[in-house]
């Protein structure tokens, strides 16, 4: 991170280096890491409620809590409100979260995020876009809303890794080698590639 941060700050790596890296890391590294982690490891036979309890009680908290200052103190609109409670709530899971866990866990420590994201995506997007449909054109624009939800999701690339790696895991069958050689060279660009281009982004929010 300190590293893309200098070489940003003193214009070594331009906005648009910075944001192209920041999409390889979100839509090839990423994916190509859950898929492969998920692919390869053993997933437990029983849904993990505790997990997603724990999660999902604080992150909504959060959500609510959000949208109500959001409309209470800053005098947004429900749309406005909406994008605020999401901002309290949804962290950097991609650029800083997944790295650092599997650099510290492994592939095995990979588990429980696969489990949050999967659900985290489809919960917190669906009920984010609900809502500021909701606010900006009340009930006229919702009923073409699960098709818009639906096509968010399939497009989501993170969702897609993780769904496709569950696939692979469930079918049984094991990882072509060049397919798995493909696999765990992206899988070694993620830590660099997804902390510097975090850092790099950091002085564009100063």
Known sequence: MGLGFIAAKFGWFSGRSTEG??????????????????????????????????FFIASGTIYAIGIFLGRALFGRNLSGATIT?????????????????WR???????????????????????????????????????AGLPLQVLTGLIKNPILMGVLSGMIWNFSGLPIPA???????ILKGAVVPCALFALGATCPNMA
């Open 178 to 184: 060049v397919a798995n050689e493909i696999l765990v």
């Open 104 to 142: 510290a866990l492994g592939d095995e420590g990979m588990l429980p995020v696969f489990l949050i994201i999967g659900v985290h995506a489809l919960v917190l997007m669906t009920a984010t876009t609900v809502l500021l449909e909701a606010g900006k054109n009340g009930d006229k624009s919702l």
């Open 21 to 54: 890296l920041s999409r390889f890391v979100n839509d090839y590294a990423v994916p190509a890491l859950l898929f492969h982690s998920i692919a390869t490891t053993a997933i437990p036979g029983q849904l993990p409620w505790g997990l997603w309890g724990s």
């Open 85 to 101: 409670g999401m901002g309290c709530c949804y962290g950097n899971t991609v650029l800083l979260g997944i790295p650092i866990v």
